[in-house]
Nanobody, 127 residues
Framework: QVQLVESGGGLVQAGGSLSLSCAASGRTFSMYLMGWFRQAPGKEREFVAA????????YYADSVKGRFTISRDNAKNTVDLQMNSLKPEDMAVYYC????????????????????WGQGTQVTVSS
């Protein structure tokens, strides 16, 4: 079992920055990929970014590339998402997710690849 808890959500002005954190606990040794997804009202859940637990491979959605940075700290079992140049369209509930070795893998961008999810944290961007 893996437990994920997000933090850092809040209100930010357009063009501003915000940092999200995800703390993992439990059987963290089984994780090989950590990701961030987001879902806005009336929209489908979409991929944002992911990082391998080995720490040398990252993935970004085209919509956030160049603005968001995902990072990890294996010793602390945490994954962060630094969000810069925020836009109103970035407003959504952001979810942390983990993919483990015992779960079906269908690609880093596919939410079905992740078997553990946090409760989500709200990011609001004002214009």
């Amino acid at each position: 079992q893996v437990q994920l808890v997000e933090s850092g959500g809040g209100l930010v002005q357009a063009g501003g920055s915000l940092s999200l954190s995800c703390a993992a606990s439990g059987r963290t040794f089984s994780m090989y990929l950590m990701g961030w997804f987001r879902q806005a009202p009336g929209k489908e859940r979409e991929f944002v970014a992911a990082i391998s637990w080995s720490g040398d491979t990252t993935y970004y959605a085209d919509s956030v590339k160049g603005r968001f940075t995902i990072s990890r700290d294996n010793a602390k079992n945490t994954v962060d998402l630094q969000m810069n140049s925020l836009k109103p369209e970035d407003m959504a509930v952001y979810y942390c997710a983990a993919a483990t070795r015992n779960h079906y893998y269908s690609g880093s961008y596919n939410s079905k690849s992740y078997d553990y999810w946090g409760q989500g944290t709200q990011v609001t961007v004002s214009s």
